[in-house]
Protein backbone atom coordinates (compact mmCIF):
# COMPACT_ATOMS: atom_id res chain seq x y z
CA UNK A 1 0.00 0.00 0.00
CA UNK A 2 1.33 3.38 -0.65
CA UNK A 3 2.90 5.36 2.22
CA UNK A 4 0.04 7.40 3.48
CA UNK A 5 0.47 9.19 7.25
CA UNK A 6 -2.59 7.54 10.12
CA UNK A 7 -4.37 11.08 9.96
CA UNK A 8 -4.28 11.52 6.13
CA UNK A 9 -6.04 7.58 5.80
CA UNK A 10 -8.29 8.63 9.25
CA UNK A 11 -9.68 11.73 7.55
CA UNK A 12 -9.60 9.97 4.37
CA UNK A 13 -12.00 6.88 5.67
CA UNK A 14 -14.24 9.42 8.05
CA UNK A 15 -14.93 11.51 4.53
CA UNK A 16 -16.10 8.39 2.98
CA UNK A 17 -18.37 7.57 5.60
CA UNK A 18 -19.83 11.19 6.03
CA UNK A 19 -20.85 10.53 2.24
CA UNK A 20 -18.10 11.85 0.31
CA UNK A 21 -17.56 9.97 -3.00
CA UNK A 22 -14.31 11.90 -3.88
CA UNK A 23 -12.69 10.71 -0.57
CA UNK A 24 -13.31 7.15 -1.34
CA UNK A 25 -11.76 7.22 -4.85
CA UNK A 26 -8.73 8.63 -3.35
CA UNK A 27 -8.53 5.93 -0.89
CA UNK A 28 -8.70 3.61 -3.62
CA UNK A 29 -6.31 5.07 -5.91
CA UNK A 30 -4.03 4.51 -3.05
CA UNK A 31 -4.35 0.79 -2.28
CA UNK A 32 -5.47 -0.21 -5.45
CA UNK A 33 -1.84 -1.98 -6.01
CA UNK A 34 -2.64 -3.74 -2.91
CA UNK A 35 -6.23 -4.73 -3.80
CA UNK A 36 -5.05 -6.39 -7.32
CA UNK A 37 -2.15 -8.30 -5.36
CA UNK A 38 -4.97 -9.44 -2.66
CA UNK A 39 -7.37 -10.39 -6.04
CA UNK A 40 -4.27 -12.19 -8.08
CA UNK A 41 -3.62 -14.32 -4.75
CA UNK A 42 -7.07 -15.04 -4.48
CA UNK A 43 -7.13 -15.74 -8.06
CA UNK A 44 -4.26 -17.87 -8.01
CA UNK A 45 -5.93 -20.79 -6.27
CA UNK A 46 -8.79 -20.95 -8.98
CA UNK A 47 -8.88 -23.88 -12.57
CA UNK A 48 -6.73 -22.29 -15.50
CA UNK A 49 -9.35 -20.88 -17.72
CA UNK A 50 -11.36 -18.64 -15.56
CA UNK A 51 -12.17 -15.64 -17.03
CA UNK A 52 -11.70 -13.52 -13.69
CA UNK A 53 -8.82 -11.32 -13.69
CA UNK A 54 -6.82 -9.44 -11.03
CA UNK A 55 -8.01 -5.94 -12.52
CA UNK A 56 -11.72 -6.82 -13.03
CA UNK A 57 -11.87 -8.37 -9.52
CA UNK A 58 -10.63 -5.68 -7.93
CA UNK A 59 -12.79 -2.99 -10.69
CA UNK A 60 -15.83 -5.78 -9.05
CA UNK A 61 -14.16 -4.87 -5.52
CA UNK A 62 -14.71 -1.18 -5.56
CA UNK A 63 -18.16 -0.98 -7.22
CA UNK A 64 -19.07 -3.05 -4.16
CA UNK A 65 -17.56 -0.33 -2.17
CA UNK A 66 -19.32 2.56 -3.73
CA UNK A 67 -22.86 0.40 -4.30
CA UNK A 68 -22.11 0.11 -0.12
CA UNK A 69 -21.66 3.31 0.35
CA UNK A 70 -19.60 4.90 3.11
CA UNK A 71 -18.80 2.93 5.75
CA UNK A 72 -17.39 3.09 9.13
CA UNK A 73 -13.54 1.76 9.31
CA UNK A 74 -11.52 3.06 11.45
CA UNK A 75 -7.99 2.06 9.65
CA UNK A 76 -6.07 0.28 6.95
CA UNK A 77 -7.14 -2.89 8.65
CA UNK A 78 -11.07 -2.33 8.65
CA UNK A 79 -10.89 -1.02 5.07
CA UNK A 80 -9.06 -4.15 3.97
CA UNK A 81 -11.26 -6.53 6.24
CA UNK A 82 -14.25 -4.62 4.26
CA UNK A 83 -12.25 -5.20 0.91
CA UNK A 84 -12.37 -8.55 1.82
CA UNK A 85 -15.70 -9.27 2.59
CA UNK A 86 -16.81 -7.84 -0.97
CA UNK A 87 -13.85 -10.05 -2.87
CA UNK A 88 -15.39 -12.95 -1.09
CA UNK A 89 -19.29 -12.23 -2.79
CA UNK A 90 -17.33 -11.45 -5.96
CA UNK A 91 -15.91 -14.72 -6.27
CA UNK A 92 -18.62 -16.70 -4.79
CA UNK A 93 -21.14 -14.95 -7.00
CA UNK A 94 -19.25 -15.70 -10.18
CA UNK A 95 -18.20 -18.94 -9.21
CA UNK A 96 -22.33 -19.42 -8.49
CA UNK A 97 -23.00 -17.75 -12.10
CA UNK A 98 -20.26 -19.79 -13.92
CA UNK A 99 -21.61 -23.46 -12.19
CA UNK A 100 -25.19 -22.74 -13.44
CA UNK A 101 -24.16 -21.34 -16.72
CA UNK A 102 -22.75 -25.02 -17.27
CA UNK A 103 -25.01 -27.08 -14.93
CA UNK A 104 -22.64 -27.93 -12.40
CA UNK A 105 -19.94 -29.17 -14.68
CA UNK A 106 -17.77 -26.43 -14.07
CA UNK A 107 -17.56 -25.78 -10.68
CA UNK A 108 -14.35 -23.64 -9.51
CA UNK A 109 -12.50 -25.16 -7.57
CA UNK A 110 -9.96 -23.74 -5.50
CA UNK A 111 -6.67 -25.29 -3.33
CA UNK A 112 -6.59 -24.26 0.05
CA UNK A 113 -3.91 -26.70 1.73
CA UNK A 114 -1.52 -24.00 1.98
CA UNK A 115 -3.03 -21.30 3.19
CA UNK A 116 -6.30 -22.45 4.92
CA UNK A 117 -6.23 -26.60 5.87
CA UNK A 118 -3.49 -28.63 6.05
CA UNK A 119 -4.87 -31.36 3.57
CA UNK A 120 -2.61 -31.78 0.90
CA UNK A 121 -3.87 -31.87 -2.63
CA UNK A 122 -7.29 -31.26 -1.87
CA UNK A 123 -9.12 -28.56 -3.70
CA UNK A 124 -12.30 -27.91 -2.49
CA UNK A 125 -15.14 -26.00 -4.73
CA UNK A 126 -15.66 -22.15 -3.85
CA UNK A 127 -19.04 -22.62 -3.06
CA UNK A 128 -18.49 -25.16 -0.96
CA UNK A 129 -15.87 -23.08 0.98
CA UNK A 130 -18.38 -20.08 1.20
CA UNK A 131 -21.46 -22.98 2.57
CA UNK A 132 -18.96 -24.19 5.23
CA UNK A 133 -18.07 -20.44 6.26
CA UNK A 134 -21.60 -19.69 6.51
CA UNK A 135 -22.38 -22.37 8.65
CA UNK A 136 -18.99 -21.52 10.85
CA UNK A 137 -20.30 -18.11 10.60
CA UNK A 138 -23.68 -19.19 12.61
CA UNK A 139 -21.70 -21.20 15.04
CA UNK A 140 -19.45 -18.74 16.07
CA UNK A 141 -18.99 -15.62 13.81
CA UNK A 142 -15.72 -14.50 15.08
CA UNK A 143 -13.72 -17.27 13.87
CA UNK A 144 -15.92 -17.06 10.36
CA UNK A 145 -14.72 -13.47 9.98
CA UNK A 146 -11.16 -14.41 10.98
CA UNK A 147 -10.79 -16.70 8.53
CA UNK A 148 -12.36 -14.36 6.04
CA UNK A 149 -9.76 -11.60 6.88
CA UNK A 150 -7.05 -14.73 6.49
CA UNK A 151 -8.42 -15.91 3.38
CA UNK A 152 -9.97 -13.65 1.33
CA UNK A 153 -8.60 -10.70 2.82
CA UNK A 154 -4.86 -11.87 3.32
CA UNK A 155 -4.44 -9.56 6.27
CA UNK A 156 -2.18 -11.66 8.51
CA UNK A 157 -2.77 -12.54 12.47
CA UNK A 158 -2.18 -9.16 13.87
CA UNK A 159 -4.21 -7.31 11.30
CA UNK A 160 -6.88 -9.44 11.86
CA UNK A 161 -6.71 -9.41 15.47
CA UNK A 162 -6.77 -5.80 15.18
CA UNK A 163 -9.71 -5.83 13.10
CA UNK A 164 -11.75 -8.18 15.83
CA UNK A 165 -10.41 -6.44 18.76
CA UNK A 166 -8.79 -9.61 20.35
CA UNK A 167 -5.38 -10.43 20.90
CA UNK A 168 -3.08 -12.04 18.64
CA UNK A 169 -3.03 -14.90 20.77
CA UNK A 170 -6.46 -15.66 20.39
CA UNK A 171 -6.63 -14.82 17.19
CA UNK A 172 -3.81 -17.70 16.71
CA UNK A 173 -5.87 -19.82 18.54
CA UNK A 174 -8.80 -18.57 16.82
CA UNK A 175 -7.56 -19.56 13.13
CA UNK A 176 -5.97 -23.12 14.09
CA UNK A 177 -9.73 -24.13 15.54
CA UNK A 178 -11.38 -22.61 12.48
CA UNK A 179 -9.32 -24.69 10.07
CA UNK A 180 -9.60 -27.82 11.78
CA UNK A 181 -13.19 -27.24 11.75
CA UNK A 182 -13.73 -25.98 8.31
CA UNK A 183 -11.50 -29.61 7.59
CA UNK A 184 -13.50 -31.42 9.83
CA UNK A 185 -16.97 -29.86 7.61
CA UNK A 186 -15.09 -30.27 4.43
CA UNK A 187 -14.58 -33.71 4.68
CA UNK A 188 -17.68 -35.09 5.98
CA UNK A 189 -16.49 -35.60 9.74
CA UNK A 190 -18.44 -32.36 11.19
Given at each position: ?A?????E?????????????????????????????????????????????????????????????????????????L?????????????????????????????????????????????????????????????????E??????????????????????????????????????????
Amino acid sequence: MATLGGGELTAMLDAWKDGDQGALDRLVALVYPELRRLARRQLARRRPGDSLESAGLANEVYRGLVRAGGVACENRAHFLALCAQVMRRVVVDYARARASTKRGGGVTRVSIEETLLPAPGRGVGLVELDEALEALGRMDPRKCRLVELRYFGGLTIDEAAKVLRVSPGTAKRDWLLAKAWLLAHLSGDA
